[in-house]
């Protein structure tokens, strides 16, 4: 099965900035939305961003303005830029590859990372 590998995480201030990667072992393009999805103590996962291989593109209104969702599909990387960051935004932040519709109807499974943890404190 395809694995994502997440980096980046970390503690920060608020206001901080920081960058979370994920790279996939195998190719994505044309056959993954790849994106970002956060789960705060407490609270159930909730979508952060999302990004397909051409120009289309979904953010969260909470962290509209203040992230940015990219990516290398020569690398097969996804970025999550975090800007200004807030005590709200600490969680666990989980990278996603979700198969488009084709690709779903021939085989193809979502695959999760493994998390990394965001922790924005003073």
């Known amino acids: 099965q395809m694995q994502l590998v997440e980096s980046g995480g970390g503690l920060v201030q608020p206001g901080g900035s920081l960058t979370l990667s994920c790279t996939a072992s195998e190719n994505t393009f044309g056959i993954y939305i790849l994106g970002w999805y956060r789960q705060a103590p407490g609270k159930e996962r909730e979508l952060v961003a999302t990004?397909?291989?051409?120009?289309?593109?979904t953010i969260a209104d909470s962290v509209k303005g203040r992230f940015t969702i990219s990516r290398d599909n020569a690398k097969n990387t996804v970025y999550l830029r975090m800007n200004n960051l807030q005590p709200e935004d600490t969680a666990v932040y989980y990278c996603?590859?979700?198969?488009?519709?084709?690709?779903?109807?021939?085989?193809?499974?979502?695959?999760w990372g493994q998390g990394v943890l965001v922790t924005v404190s003073p």
């Open positions: 990004k397909s291989s051409g120009h289309l593109a």
């Open positions: 996603n590859a979700e198969p488009t519709s084709y690709h779903k109807e021939h085989g193809y499974i979502e695959v």
